[in-house]
């Protein structure tokens, strides 16, 4: 028998099925397609070589061997803290003729998998919100989010699919006849994030960080509120409808929002007249700003030439520069110097 008579049997590589989650046992069964053929009963045997590796060019790989069309993994495979893995498999045709070379598949076109423990190591400033859950505004109250669905202290690729929102929110109650409003649970820090790959919308009621990086976050709405820290950084670049608000009780003295450079609406709340202010480095995309409590005594807004609406609410600012936004149709003072 000539090996190339089975050279059908690799002419494609097989493809995966869906990406697992995690079972009770902590195990994740990852199938692809399979291929036979009775003909080759004891002339060669079909395997599968399976390669999980953290880098994409799988440098680093962990090989697995099997007849199967299916792996089952488990959390120790992830190492203690998890992470992103990649995932390819390729089909070997072995011939009981030793003299037969081996026949193999191309590779299967990688599939990133994320298998992450939730603990202070991987998200030190949201550990909190991720073990308990988080909270958003609907049209019915709040609702509560569960990030950890099967409650196994791991996120994997079904809970994160499913992760569409962060948020916080600050509740008010009613109790004893009177109405008491809850804190939100704080975030420090958004590192960690970006495991969240189908994350759409960031809503924090509380952030007590100097930064927040979103640079490498899909999120369009990004909602930063009850910011603490005396200078606040917010790095969005795919953030489209940014809002970012300093705490009531925080005399904020810098924000710097330079870096959403794909903000169209963008909502900056200082507090105590903050006095320096970063606006987006990009021009182009900013439609509506909206501006409170800001110290700077001069705006030139003349290279955002395609904004549409401004908004100045008890700002300092007594020159602001407008003239070349031709697409200017709605400017609006309120307590302003």
Known sequence: VQAEDYSYLVDQPPQF???????KKGNA?????????????????????????????FTDAKQYITQESALTLSTSDFGKNGGRFHVRVRRIVDFVDETTPDLMSPWAEAEEMIFVKINKTN????????????????SNGVAKIDFDQNDDGWLDPVEIRDIWILGTVTETKKVNGKYKTTKATN?????????????????????????????ESPAKSVWIRGITAKQFTINAPNAINVLVEADYGTKMTQLDVS??????????YGNDGTKKLKLPKSKKNLRVLSLSEIGTKSLNMNEYT?????????CEATSIKVNKCKNLRYIYFYYCD
């Open 17 to 23: 099925y869906e990406l697992p989650g995690l079972n």
């Open 29 to 57: 069964l990852i199938e692809w397609t399979s291929m036979t053929d009775p003909s080759l009963d004891g002339v060669g045997t079909i395997y599968y070589e399976v390669q999980v590796a953290k880098n994409t060019s």
């Open 123 to 138: 998200f030190p400033g949201m550990y909190n919100v991720l073990k308990k859950g988080g909270q958003y505004s609907s």
């Open 187 to 215: 975030i420090s820090s958004l590192k960690g994030i970006e495991y969240f790959t189908r994350l759409s919308s960031v809503s924090i009621a509380r952030y007590s960080g100097k930064t927040a990086d979103l640079s």
């Open 259 to 268: 870096r959403c450079k794909n903000a169209v609406d963008l909502t900056v």
């Open 306 to 314: 395609n904004l549409q609406q401004v908004y100045f609410y008890e």
